[in-house]
């Protein structure tokens, strides 16, 4: 809608509150993060500037490039592994098979638990000598198999990444909610057609809901990914050897040094990645969806 | 349903806006963050502690305790305070905090004047040397520790042997011989701060480097070598040390499967706990100080290594009645009297010279007696470096034990956090 | 929509599927409770029995005791009701504030709009752990250290890219064509927000309030740096104090995390009618 002088004013009003608050609590302090990125300072000194010093070392710093590499990697195993496992569950609740109701709560279960107490579980769980994991394996017959999951080189960042991975609870319900939008009579037509519950998931449902709660879970995942911190710090607090190390961990150890130059300089690289993620997403979502946009609203202007 | 939830929203938000008013009376409030609280071995005695001083100057000064259990969050707001120049009150620091950094930034009360008062004579001689600037003394050094091994005697005869080992190579022949039996030797861990394995090293690197070792940073080559004999260490601790925090190591030594144990000396309050006791037996009961072994051809015969456990700082004060109110606090819990109380009930060590207690238990007295006996000390590795290496000795030391990096290579991940930082 | 959806009849590749499907909901709803369980049974052990025995012995004699150890550390009950407190209003002007800010950058094109929104967008990647100075500086300046405003004024700032982001995302998919018809009929800026947009926009409004909601109640860096008197601290700080408490005492510290979890499930059990039927009405066929 085009903006009438008339709505100018009440506009201003509206976008006031969320500007105030943005201006104050993000740009400024990000403004303050950009500008400690160039300095040296340990919280005691006055901030010296050191021009690009802080993002050298950082690259240079193996550490910090498993960090990267990690984050990376989280961020495409949730938005491309962990929310299609929550489409696919959308899919079949929104079906409302016997017993939905109560599946769907168990699923958000845990993101109603605390980050802490959710790694406090999964410890015991990988706990080398009386972990659930290893007892798993040792009563199937795997007992070769069993080890120290979190104090592995191979084992632990795949552990402390997969573990999450089958939580998908929230991105589900987001898309079950868009799901229950759909027309109906599109499935009508399509069962009058012959078509499976497969097909009219791959035809109508996941082109339907593409653009709108796939895009945003998919975003919010990869998001999440990338300010992965809590999670890892609880589990294994980066080790072992920084192999489950994530950027923001990175970021926080820097913090505890006082070396809030380079604590600043990698918070700032994470904001260039995520906003090249974003980007990237939103390319890949885009291709087709302004047809299906369009049969969305249709189908809801017939319903 | 619906209303009912929209007339809760109204209610919780009538509440949230009526942010409660604290009334403001002429008392003194002393804001202080503390560590010594819930579990912690000092806390019945200083919670009884304060209360005294809040009662004896009842209207005058009230001393309000912020009760941090959390080791970690504790140092992130402490730096974050002192950083914004809200310093509260009075903090509880550790080496982990750049002390002299902060005193000589004038972060804190100059705390001399009081001290040459005569107050100063009630600490141990030397105690401020390390640490004062200028001559000034910023942060008071409060608690002390050492750091020794304990073992358990029972489980040293089901192994055999009759002996703490006196040199390193009695200790991995000890090693053997517990792994045969199927007991851990000792409780290693790599996982979180690394807490247990950085007292060892410390303990390696006095035994081969000695009284000067920190001479150099980390140039002695004591620093390798002793990275090598921790590495051996961990083929004789608990499976998942490279994963295990503090819990772990303290679960696995309390659960009876661990002989040798290393910690500072507020530990041994748990080794009297009736909690910890197994068939009615005390932990403590079982329990035998020991020195740190010889390393052959070392230089640390007659070592110690310590620590300063706890500062306490305070903010500087523009109300000359507030600072001495601060100060009149710090004196009274400093007070010779008081400290014999708080390392009766708790095992620590201070800075603060007194008459123990008669009913000093068996472990203080022996630890006490190593702490005397020894000819120099030197402190912990984290002590004595940047808290660069405190942050990078997890991943340092994980990266040694699985073979990422070698000895070398390990001293040099250490120096690079240092160079980082610097 | 109907109540009853019309449905081919189960044969061949449709009875593999439905097997399938299952499996899968099975499978999931296992991985989701059974640690859940096991964690609640070890929480009733000794600590020898946890340590020594196989993980999925049960206790000889259940420990109820290690409740009554876990409980007796700190007032549980104050944490919670200052989570809900502070979750709740946070939430309400958190979710007010985006949704007038996600109206407009929605439905009216003006100069700057998409960098406007691409900045909001950019927020939500910030490492909130980089700003603690700063928003410890904020917030004591603004005199909302140690208070209750002071954590919902944070709160509800941190979550604004997010909630901006999901209820604009939402806004953007509602026709332009029902808005436009009001206006014909001389509806001003304001009926067309409360009478159209609002009642449209619920399912994003919702998943916004969820998330944030969620953010505020686990949220425990700022809980505790702006904040120092034990009456104000939220659960998460409540439950670090437990597990520090108890990290030799796993079976107490397995207590400790039994029984924080309990009231976000009882609470999320009681109130998800609410929250789904919020997410799922959104009643775009008006």
């Known amino acids: 809608m085009k903006l009438e002088r008339s709505d100018r004013a009440p506009l201003w009003a509206f976008m006031t509150p969320a500007l105030v608050l943005m201006l104050v609590f993000f740009v400024l302090p990000v403004i303050y993060v950009i500008v400690i990125s160039f300095m040296k300072w340990n919280g005691i000194n006055t901030p010296a500037f050191v021009n690009l010093r802080n993002f050298m070392l950082l690259f240079r710093d193996k550490a910090f490039k498993r960090s990267v590499i990690n984050n990376v990697i989280w961020a495409l195993v949730a938005g491309f592994i962990q929310v299609p496992l929550a489409m696919i569950m959308a899919i079949i609740l929104s079906r409302k098979p016997k017993g939905w109701k109560f599946f769907r709560t168990v699923y958000f279960f845990p993101q109603v638990i605390s980050g802490i107490a959710l790694a406090t579980l999964w410890r015991a769980i990988y706990r080398a000598d009386t972990g659930l994991l290893n007892a798993l394996l040792n009563s199937v017959g795997l007992g070769h198999l069993a080890k120290d999951w979190l104090g592995t080189l191979s084992t632990a960042f795949p552990s402390v990444l997969i573990y999450w991975i089958f939580y998908v609870g929230y991105y589900m319900v987001i898309m079950m909610a868009d799901i229950t939008t759909i027309d109906d009579s599109y499935y009508e037509a399509a069962t009058i057609d012959g078509a499976t519950d497969f097909q009219q998931a791959i035809y109508i449902t996941i082109p339907l809901i593409r653009k709108t709660s796939l895009l945003t879970c998919v975003t919010l995942a990869s998001v999440m990914g990338l300010r992965q911190f809590e999670q890892v710090y609880m589990l294994t607090n980066g080790g072992p050897a920084n192999s489950t190390s994530t950027i923001v961990l990175y970021m926080y150890k820097k913090l505890q040094d006082a070396n809030y130059g380079m604590a600043s300089a990698s918070a700032v690289i994470l904001i260039i990645i995520g906003v090249v993620f974003i980007v990237c997403i939103r390319k890949i979502f885009e291709g087709r969806n302004e047809e299906a946009a369009a049969l969305k609203k249709a189908g809801r202007a017939a319903g | ?422 | 929509m109907s109540e009853t959806r019309v449905r081919a009849p189960l044969h061949g590749k449709d009875l593999v599927l439905a097997v399938l499907r299952w499996i899968l909901i099975i499978f999931f709803a296992v991985y989701t409770l059974f640690p859940l369980i096991w964690l609640f049974i070890a929480s009733l052990k000794t600590n020898y029995e946890f340590l020594a025995d196989s993980p999925f012995s049960l206790p000889a004699v259940p420990q109820w005791q290690n409740y009554v150890n876990a409980l007796k550390v700190a007032g549980l009950g104050r944490m919670l009701l200052n989570s809900v407190i502070v979750g709740v209003a946070a939430t309400v002007f958190n979710v007010i504030v985006a949704s007038m800010s996600g109206y407009c950058m929605s439905r009216f094109r003006f100069n700057g709009r998409e960098q406007l929104f691409t900045l909001f967008t950019a927020g939500i990647l910030v490492p909130l752990n980089a700003l603690m100075v700063p928003y410890f500086v904020i917030i004591n300046k603004l005199g909302l250290y140690n208070t209750y405003g002071g954590m919902i004024l944070l709160y509800c700032a941190i979550g604004i890219p997010m909630s901006t982001f999901l209820i604009r995302g939402l806004m953007d998919s509602i026709p332009m064509e029902l808005e436009e018809a009001a206006y014909i009929d001389g509806c001003g800026f304001f009926g067309r927000f409360f009478h159209i947009i609002l009642p449209l926009s619920r399912t994003g409004i919702v998943t916004a309030a969820t998330f944030e909601f969620l953010t505020c109640w686990n949220e425990f860096v700022f809980a505790n740096l702006i904040v120092s008197s034990e009456k104000l601290r939220t659960i998460q700080v409540g439950i670090r104090y437990f597990t520090n408490q108890f990290s030799t005492d796993y079976v107490s510290m397995y207590a400790a995390i039994m029984i924080s979890i309990i009231p976000s499930i009882i609470g999320y059990v009681l109130f998800q009618e609410q929250i789904i039927s919020g997410m799922t009405s959104g009643a775009v066929k008006g």
């Open chain 2, 1 to 422: 349903m619906k209303k009912l939830l929209s007339l809760s929203l109204v209610l919780i938000m009538i509440i949230a806006l009526a942010v409660p008013a604290y009334a403001a009376n002429d008392e003194i409030i002393i804001n202080f963050p503390s560590v010594w609280v819930g579990t912690d071995s000092k806390a019945p005695y200083m919670e009884q502690l304060i209360e005294a001083f809040n009662a004896e100057n009842a209207g005058s000064i009230k001393v309000v305790v912020e009760e941090q259990t959390d080791y970690q969050a504790a140092r992130d707001k402490l730096r974050t305070t002192i950083t914004t120049g809200e310093t509260p009150d009075l903090c509880i620091m550790d080496t982990t905090y750049d002390i002299k950094g902060y005193s000589e930034a004038g972060k804190f009360m100059d705390l001399t004047p009081y001290l040459d008062e005569g107050w100063g004579d009630d600490f141990a001689e030397g105690a401020f040397d390390a640490w004062s600037v200028d001559g000034k003394v910023y942060a008071l050094p409060f608690e002390s520790a050492i750091f020794t091994p304990i073992y358990n005697t029972k489980i040293f005869a089901e192994i055999g042997w009759d002996h703490f080992p006196a040199t390193y190579d009695e200790f991995f022949q000890f090693c053997e011989d517990a792994k045969a039996k199927g007991i851990n030797a000792v409780g290693q861990m790599a996982g979180e701060n690394a807490w247990t394995s950085m007292l060892w090293y410390s303990l390696i690197v006095e035994a081969i480097g000695g009284k000067d070792v920190y001479a150099n940073g980390l140039e002695d080559p004591a620093f390798v070598q002793a990275a090598d004999v921790l590495k051996a260490m961990y083929d004789y601790t608990f499976d998942g040390a490279i994963s295990a925090g503090a819990g772990d190591v303290n679960g696995h030594w309390l659960a009876r499967d661990t002989a040798i144990y290393l910690n500072g000396p507020w530990w041994v309050a748990n080794l009297y706990k009736e909690d910890n006791a197994v068939d009615g037996v005390l932990l403590a009961d079982d329990c035998e100080v020991a020195l740190n072994p010889v390393y052959e051809g070392g230089k640390g015969e007659g070592g110690l290594v310590t620590t300063v456990q706890a500062f306490l700082a305070a903010a500087k004060q523009d109300d000359p009645a507030k600072e001495e109110a601060v100060v009149k606090f710090i004196k009274y819990i400093t007070d010779p009297q008081h400290v014999s109380e708080l390392a009766l009930s708790s095992g620590a060590m201070f800075f603060v010279k007194y008459d123990p207690s008669p009913e000093t238990n068996l472990i203080s007295q022996k630890l006490t007696e190593v702490a005397n006996n020894a000819d120099f000390s030197i402190l912990h590795v984290n002590g004595a470096f940047p808290t660069a290496v405190s942050t990078e000795f997890p991943a340092a030391v994980s990266a040694l034990v699985l073979g990422e990096v070698d000895a070398q290579g390990f001293v040099d991940q250490l120096q690079l956090a240092i160079d980082m930082a610097a």
